[in-house]
C-alpha cells in the first residue's frame, strides 16, 4: 500500500498528466495538413519558364534579315498565352524603309506577330525617300496585318517640321500615311 501512496503523489501525477498532454500534442500535430513553401496564388501568377538575354532574328526565304527582337528577359505564360518582355528593342526591315522600337515592357500574344509596347515606348520610322519620324508614346502596338505602329497615351509624332501630339497616331509601315485621331496639337517652328 505504500508503494500505491508512493507512485500516486502529486510529482507523480504531474508528470503522467504532462507526458498525456505532450502525447496528445504530439499526434494533434501529425494531423494537421502540410503545407507549400510557396502559396498557390504566387504560382498562379509565376511564369511556366522564362529567358533572359534575349536575341532573336528572323529572315525570310531568301536569306535576308527582315526582324531583330532583342530583350533582357521573356516570361511566358502558358494558361495566359502570351510572353510578357522586359526591356524590349524590335527592329524591321520593309520594302519602304524599316522601323524599330523600344520600351521598358513588352507583351507578344501567342500564335501572333503583333507587339504591345508599354511604359515609355518609342518608336523610329526610316523612310527611303522621305525624313524620319519619331513616335513617343506610353505605348506603342505593331500590328501585323495592317502594317501598322500605333502609338496612343501621351502619343507625339517627331518629325523635321516640329511635334504633333494626339489621342492616338497610326503610322503604316509601308507607306508615308499618318492617321491621327482625338485632340490634336501641333508645334512648328520656320526655319530661317
Same mark, same amino acid.
Given at each position: 500500500?505504500?508503494?500505491?501512496?508512493?507512485?500516486?503523489?502529486?510529482?507523480?501525477?504531474?508528470?503522467?498528466?504532462?507526458?498525456?498532454?505532450?502525447?496528445?500534442?504530439?499526434?494533434?500535430?501529425?494531423?494537421?495538413?502540410?503545407?507549400?513553401?510557396?502559396?498557390?496564388?504566387?504560382?498562379?501568377?509565376?511564369?511556366?519558364?522564362?529567358?533572359?538575354?534575349?536575341?532573336?532574328?528572323?529572315?525570310?526565304?531568301?536569306?535576308?534579315?527582315?526582324?531583330?527582337?532583342?530583350?533582357?528577359?521573356?516570361? /511566358? #505564360?502558358?494558361? %495566359?498565352?502570351?510572353? *510578357?518582355?522586359?526591356?524590349?528593342?524590335?527592329?524591321?526591315? $520593309?520594302?519602304? @524603309?524599316?522601323?524599330?522600337?523600344?520600351?521598358?515592357?513588352?507583351?507578344?500574344?501567342?500564335?501572333?506577330?503583333?507587339?504591345?509596347?508599354?511604359?515609355?515606348?518609342?518608336?523610329?520610322?526610316?523612310?527611303?525617300?522621305?525624313?524620319?519620324?519619331?513616335?513617343?508614346?506610353?505605348?506603342? /502596338? #505593331?500590328?501585323? %496585318?495592317?502594317?501598322? *505602329?500605333?502609338?496612343?497615351?501621351?502619343?507625339?509624332?517627331? $518629325?523635321?517640321? @516640329?511635334?504633333?501630339?494626339?489621342?492616338?497616331?497610326?503610322?503604316?509601315?509601308?507607306?508615308?500615311?499618318?492617321?491621327?485621331?482625338?485632340?490634336?496639337?501641333?508645334?512648328?517652328?520656320?526655319?530661317?
Amino acid at each position: 500500500m505504500h508503494f500505491l501512496t508512493k507512485l500516486i503523489t502529486a510529482k507523480n501525477l504531474f508528470l503522467s498528466g504532462a507526458t498525456l498532454i505532450l502525447f496528445a500534442l504530439t499526434f494533434w500535430y501529425g494531423t494537421i495538413p502540410t503545407r507549400n513553401l510557396v502559396e498557390t496564388d504566387s504560382l498562379s501568377s509565376s511564369p511556366d519558364y522564362f529567358i533572359t538575354d534575349v536575341k532573336v532574328r528572323e529572315f525570310d526565304s531568301s536569306g535576308q534579315l527582315i526582324e531583330t527582337l532583342d530583350a533582357e528577359q521573356t516570361l /511566358h #505564360y502558358i494558361a %495566359k498565352s502570351r510572353t *510578357l518582355l522586359e526591356k524590349p528593342s524590335i527592329e524591321r526591315q $520593309s520594302t519602304s @524603309g524599316s522601323w524599330s522600337a523600344k520600351a521598358e515592357k513588352g507583351v507578344i500574344e501567342d500564335g501572333s506577330s503583333d507587339i504591345l509596347l508599354t511604359e515609355n515606348a518609342r518608336a523610329t520610322k526610316k523612310y527611303l525617300q522621305s525624313e524620319d519620324i519619331q513616335l513617343s508614346a506610353d505605348n506603342v /502596338h #505593331y500590328l501585323d %496585318k495592317d502594317q501598322s *505602329l500605333t502609338s496612343y497615351g501621351n502619343a507625339t509624332l517627331i $518629325s523635321p517640321q @516640329g511635334n504633333t501630339t494626339a489621342s492616338e497616331i497610326t503610322t503604316y509601315i509601308n507607306s508615308e500615311e499618318v492617321v491621327m485621331t482625338g485632340s490634336v496639337r501641333g508645334q512648328y517652328e520656320t526655319v530661317r
